[in-house]
């Protein structure tokens, strides 16, 4: 199933990808904000577009050599050709090895402003869904604070039951969409829920917003019979993630703590640079150093050498000082100095969180996980902006410094074999506030630190969501990539 047969422009010419970049059917002017340079594009055509594509993937993709072959003119548009330009295989698991959420596009201007402020459109809110079809069920799963959503009151546990008079229950889908994915900032819509707690339901108003991410919340020390216990929501790896993670780091390092429940249950990836940081601020300088964070591993095109930025393989280092994201560039970052790291994990828990799970495993820090199988992602990629469009194809594996990156149906609490993680099982429970001791996922963490043991009952059940629910995030938040 090799990628075969390109357009006409390009048959039988010995011609790259890069000679096809920027060739725009629509090509941008002015300055690119991102660069501060001028946009290279220039007249080309959507032949051109999709042969920039073909080409790539071939050249780039993990899997190039499993892509059905396709014809070009079958697809009106290049994002629609790139859709299908992807492995239709199967992992061990049976899972699809390439799903939708690790192949996809965002416009160029909108990808730069996610990554590099964190702002999103919308109301602040996170849906857990335990059903997305009827009889649906959603409830939710975090705020962001100062948020359209925060300010309302709504919180974690809350019920939605009707969006502008539709019943969320069994209501028409369109109507409810267009509520939840407001298309513009200021859009106004009517939400009913029933708050944690209460069996009244409440209607308010929301007027959706530019909402900024706050990545790292509930930072706290836990007081425990055996030593203070450090807590931190931590939920995208993105920019601004870098200055609050080394603000939490040393404030838990002031309080002395001797062991960090990392909550990753929300967190589907993100910068993995910044999932470095953090493995070094666990565990500090002893296992760390002299040995690699992760190594990526091209196709068989490319060994040994990273064919987008054309320089030699090396490990991603444990980064000890910071790289200037969002902190101070250069600055040495606090460390805890742990040999035992516990994480709260969920399907939720994607790509650059796994990597720092397969990370530190890789220089023997234990990673005990409490809650459900993560999402298996070893894989990343970088960003490939063309003509306005920044495409998202996995171009490498990441391995770590023992060569293991073999996780595609992702890491088990308390599960056996190369990708079994000492721990519990435990669902999500949201009938109380993240960072508190009570709430099941922690609590389970906090028991099994204690003596070892799971207790019992903590894959129990909670009665306004199923142990299956999902948490919604948008493709960008759950990948691994460079930058």
């Not at 050498?305 to 030699?312: K, M």
């Not at 996995?394 to 609490?413: A, M, S």
Request: aromatic share 10%.
């Amino acid at each position: 199933m090799v990628v075969a047969g390109l357009l006409a422009a390009g048959c039988g010419s010995n011609k790259g990808w890069q000679d096809y970049s920027a060739h725009c059917a629509s090509p941008r002017s002015g300055v690119d904000p991102a660069t501060g340079r001028s946009f290279p594009d220039q007249k080309g055509t959507v032949d051109d577009e999709k042969n920039f594509l073909k080409l790539w993937i071939n050249d780039l993709y993990l899997w190039y050599n499993e892509v059905p072959s396709t014809n070009p003119a079958d697809y009106k548009t290049p994002i629609d050709y790139f859709n299908v330009l992807k492995t239709p295989l199967k992992t061990p698991g049976g899972k699809p090895k390439d799903p939708p959420q690790f192949h996809f596009t965002y416009p160029t201007d909108v990808w730069e402003q996610l990554v590099q402020s964190g702002t999103t459109g919308g109301y602040g809110m996170t849906w857990a869904f335990q059903s997305r079809s009827p009889p649906r069920s959603v409830i939710i799963a975090y705020t962001q604070p100062n948020s359209p959503a925060a300010n309302a009151g709504i919180a974690r546990g809350a019920q939605l039951t009707h969006i502008d008079g539709v019943a969320v229950l069994d209501g028409d889908a369109n109507a409810l969409n267009a509520g939840l994915l407001p298309a513009t900032i200021g859009e106004t819509h009517s939400f009913g829920f029933i708050p944690l707690g209460s069996t009244t339901e409440t209607t308010v108003n929301m007027t959706s917003a530019v909402v900024t991410e706050t990545p790292v919340q509930n930072v706290k020390s836990i007081v425990t019979a055996t030593g203070k216990v450090g807590y931190m929501t931590f939920n995208d790896h993105i920019q601004p993630a870098e200055k609050e993670l080394v603000d939490a780091f040393a404030q838990l390092k002031a309080d002395g703590v001797s062991d960090l429940i990392l909550d990753l249950r929300y967190n589907g990836g993100g910068i993995l640079n910044i999932a470095s940081e953090i493995a070094y601020m666990v565990a500090g300088p002893g296992p760390t150093s002299g040995n690699g964070f992760e190594t990526t591993v091209f196709n068989d095109k490319h060994k040994g050498t990273d064919p987008v930025i054309d320089r030699p393989i090396t490990p991603v280092p444990f980064y000890s000082t910071a790289l200037g994201y969002s902190a101070t560039a250069g600055t040495p970052l606090p460390t805890l100095n742990l040999r035992k790291l516990f994480v709260l994990v969920s399907p939720g828990t994607c790509s650059a969180s796994e990597s720092i799970i397969n990370g530190l495993r890789g220089v023997d820090v234990t990673v005990a996980a409490i809650g459900n199988t993560t999402c298996g992602k070893p894989y990343g990629f970088y960003p490939q902006d063309n003509c306005g469009t920044t495409y998202f194809a996995i171009e490498f594996k990441g391995v770590n410094q023992k060569g293991f990156g073999d996780y595609p149906d992702g890491f088990i609490p308390a599960g056996t074999g190369d990708t079994g993680l000492p721990g519990c099982a435990a669902s999500d429970d949201f009938t109380h506030a993240l960072g508190d001791p009570a709430e099941g996922q922690l609590a389970a963490a906090l028991a099994y630190r204690a003596n070892g043991a799971c207790p019992s009952g903590s894959r129990r059940a909670v009665s306004i969501a199923a142990p299956q629910a999902t948490v919604a995030k948008d493709f960008w938040r759950q990948n691994r990539w460079y930058r």
